[in-house]
Structure formats: C-alpha cells, structure tokens
C-alpha cells in the first residue's frame, strides 16, 4: 500500500486498482503543488466534514475522474446536487465496498459547508479507517483530542494520519496522548503549517512520541506499508 501526503490534510492512499484521496483540498492550499489532471485516475474520496479546506476540490475530482463520494449523509445530500456518485455514511457506521472496509469514527469539530455566502449544516465531522489487504488506515480528519480515540486501539491501526496544528484541532501535545490512546504501528502528522495559525514543528511530536513509529512527510511524499 502507497500513502502520499498533499499537504495540509489531503492524503492519497493506492492499492491495487484503489486510489482514494482523502479531504482534497488541492485549489486554495497554499502547499499543494499537484495539478488537478493528475487525480482523473482518483476512484474513490472521502470527505471527512464540511469545512472548505477539506471537502475541497471534490466536485471538480470527482466530476474528472467519475470516483465515488464516501462522506456523511448531510455532506452526501449536499454533493448530490452536483450529479456526482455519492455513498453516505455516518459515524459508527462500517461498510464493506469492493476495495475494503470503511468506517466512519468520531470527530469534535464542525462540519459547516459554505455555499454562496450561506453556511449549511454539514453534520457531524468524522474520521475514517480504511482497510485494505490487510492494513488499516486512520484518518482522524480535523478533531480535539478524545477519550473515544482509546477504542481505537482495539482497531489495531497500522497507520494513523493525525492533526498537530493547534487552533482548530489537537495540538502537539494532544496528539502525543492521541497515539497513546490509539497505539498505531506508525503516525504521520497532518493539518500543520498550512496558515500561520496552525503553525508547528513535527519534529517536536516526532520526539515526543515513545511507543509508535512517526513519520513526517513533505509534500508529495510518499510511504510504503
């Protein structure tokens, strides 16, 4: 399985015939320097909420490259409207596709969606593990830290994408006690550096974390579990 990291919280995850993009905020992100053409290949992309900065570009992906849409019901209904293949979902929920297992998990964030100046109730934000040939993959989308992350450990995950910016979601700190709770073989940071507001170092998470392995990664790097 490849995992590569766009920058801010968009992450690409390929096995096989799969290519799912996670939270695809490519347009606007002042870090990305991936051209939208090179993602008409994209099967699948999964929303973790609302907020602009993570549904993204997922209109215009997904309208390239004809993937399905894996979010929550009230992002799902939104989509809907753009005449593009949509499954809702919703936290707690898990679902077997032809690719794998999804299942939505908890999130603390909002979930609004900006349409023309109005902002629409965009549910609740989630997460995602993603399993695939054997490996699982969290992607805790923007959230505070939680005491829900402890059932995570029994999820066995063997890559956790987790925030560390502060501001909006978990802080450094916060997302050392994250990886306690969740126990993951492997974390990569995300959702830093973006903006000045979430602005953090990740090589102080990476020395603050004892027990699983971190993995930073620049922009349009990759990994391989």
Known sequence: MKL???????VIIEEGKFKGIIDPFISGNPLANINLDELSDVTHIFVTHGHGDHIGDTVDIAKRSGAL????AEISAYLSKFNIKIHAMHIGGRTKFDFGI???????HGSGISDNGNMIYGGNPGGFIIHISGNKVYHAGDTGLTLDMKLLEDENIDVAFLPIG????????????????????????????????????PEEFKN???????????????VFI
């Open 69 to 72: 849409v894996i979010a929550n």
């Open 166 to 201: 502060g501001n909006y979601t978990m802080d450094i700190n916060d997302a050392v006690k994250a990886v306690d709770f969740i126990k993951p073989k492997t974390v990569i940071p995300f959702h830093y550096n973006t903006f000045d507001l979430i602005k953090a170092n």
């Open 102 to 108: 999804v299942k939505m998990t908890n999130a603390l």
């Open 4 to 10: 590569t990291y766009l920058g801010h919280s968009a």
């Open 208 to 222: 603050k974390v004892k027990l699983s392995n971190v993995e930073i990664l620049n922009i349009n790097e990759s």
